[in-house]
């Protein structure tokens, strides 16, 4: 999806698309979808959280350990991730909750690409 499209877009939304990814990945993700900004621009990203954790076993391991909820480890996972990137983090939340079958939730990323 980022082929042929580097500083292409002033605005890129994503809702959901790019969540079949564990969340050790999620700082390439970020990287490949704040590449498509021009520089000055901005972007909003929507991870279902859900799957992302689901196919992350390791995550769960070396991270829960150290938390007191689920949500907390996953913060301060992604927090990390996102350190020292190419463009500023303007907006970042992690939403998780328990559901009957598993749980539910989002990890909602807005950053602006930085002027050259």
Partial sequence: YVKGHQSTFE??????????????NIRKRVL????MIKPGGRGWVSFNAQRMVERDFE???KYTN???????AVDQYVR??????????L??????????????GNIHIVIEKLQD
């Fill in 66 to 72: 150290n938390h007191k909820s689920l949500e907390g």
């Fill in 59 to 61: 995550f769960i391991a």
């Fill in 32 to 35: 490949d979808f704040g590449s």
């Fill in 80 to 89: 990390t991730e996102l350190a020292e990137l190419p463009f500023n983090v």
């Fill in 91 to 104: 907006v970042f939340d992690v939403y998780l909750e328990k559901i009957e079958n598993g749980m539910n």
């Fill in 11 to 24: 605005s890129v939304f994503s809702i959901c698309a790019l969540h079949f990814i564990p969340l050790r």
